[in-house]
């Protein structure tokens, strides 16, 4: 080998070792200032309590976890936020990914209106949140609300966001509703990249509707299933405008998110607030990580 073809092979890897530090140094040095050096304020006051005189934080040990684990006994409602958190796994594992997927497979066969419906189903997701719960909560209305009027004429009464629980279960659906869009694309995307061949062989074997969907689609798509899952399980934690726009946090519907900002925006209970994000990321983490791991056993990703 020439010299000449060294030194260009040489500033080929120096090249490469430039561009692949540059790509780099943007998350790392994302993650280090948008987690790293804005949370560790947070965790140190999970150890610090407010001293009454001088209003400076001092070493307290456990004393905030012991307060917090203490709260549940003397005040029996306080567990009904973190349930309601909690409750928003299963609607979105259970309701909201299958429901996407089979509207998705319904689009993805070219039904009647097809393209309208995918944008009907989009649609929300362009709309702002505030302007999107206010129609939501109003066509609910009893003065004036169009779905109110339906559901009163078929026998369906009730306060809707009024009352416990048809409250929280409104803003169970309007979730599922809201979400439902960003789902549709996302799968739609994974389906449309499905071999023809393979949905033609299937159908050359007398495959039906159902089958073809649960024996060919689904597994085929299931690492975007897996996805959508997750992302949907990290929203538990964070959920905080719909509830608060569409109820206010009252009749139960009061999630952790709101708990936590409640807390922060006076002032006086940071500590309380950094505690109970922080034990809630700490359990929530090794769950969604186990939910990950568990669905990835059952089928093995495919390549096409």
């Known amino acids: 080998m020439s010299a000449k ?4 092979k040489k500033k080929m890897k120096t090249g490469t070792k430039i561009f692949i530090i540059v790509m780099l140094a943007y998350p790392i040095l994302h993650f280090l200032l948008t987690w790293v050096l804005v949370n560790i304020r947070s965790v140190l006051l999970v150890f610090q309590k407010s001293d ?4 400076e934080y001092v070493w307290a040990g456990t004393l905030n976890i012991r307060m917090l684990f203490n709260s549940f006994k003397t005040d029996p409602k306080a567990y009904i936020k973190f349930l309601n958190s909690f409750l928003y796994m299963p609607v979105t594992c259970l309701i909201s990914v299958p429901l996407a997927t089979f509207c998705s497979y319904c689009l993805f066969k070219k039904m009647p209106l097809a393209s309208f419906f995918r944008v009907i189903f989009f649609l929300p997701n362009v ?6 719960t206010i ?8 003065g004036t609300g169009v779905m109110y009027e ?3 004429a078929i026998g369906v009464q009730s306060k809707f966001f009024g009352a416990s629980p048809s409250a929280q279960i409104m803003v169970f659906i ?3 509703w809201a979400g439902l869009g960003y789902d549709v694309i996302l799968l739609s995307g994974a389906m449309g990249r499905i071999p023809d061949s393979v949905l033609e062989s299937a159908r050359l074997d007398g495959v039906g509707f159902f089958r073809e969907f649960f024996t060919f689609v689904v597994p085929m798509i299931w690492p975007t299933l897996i996805t959508l899952n997750i992302l949907g399980m990290t929203t538990v934690l964070t959920l905080y405008l719909q509830p608060y726009l569409l109820t206010g946090g009252k009749f139960y519907t009061s999630t952790i998110a709101m708990y936590v900002f409640n807390l922060a925006q006076t002032g006086k209970n940071l500590e309380t607030a950094a505690t109970t994000g922080l034990l809630c990321s700490l359990v929530w983490m090794p769950i969604v990580l186990g939910v990950r791991k568990f669905m990835s056993k059952f089928f093995r990703d495919v390549d096409y």
């Open 150 to 152: 339906l559901l009163r």
């Open 135 to 142: 129609a939501f909560r109003l066509s609910f209305d009893p």
């Open 52 to 55: 009454f005189f001088t209003g």
């Open 127 to 132: 709309i702002p949140v505030v302007a999107l």
């Open 5 to 8: 073809s060294v030194i260009q």
């Open 174 to 176: 309007y979730c599922i």
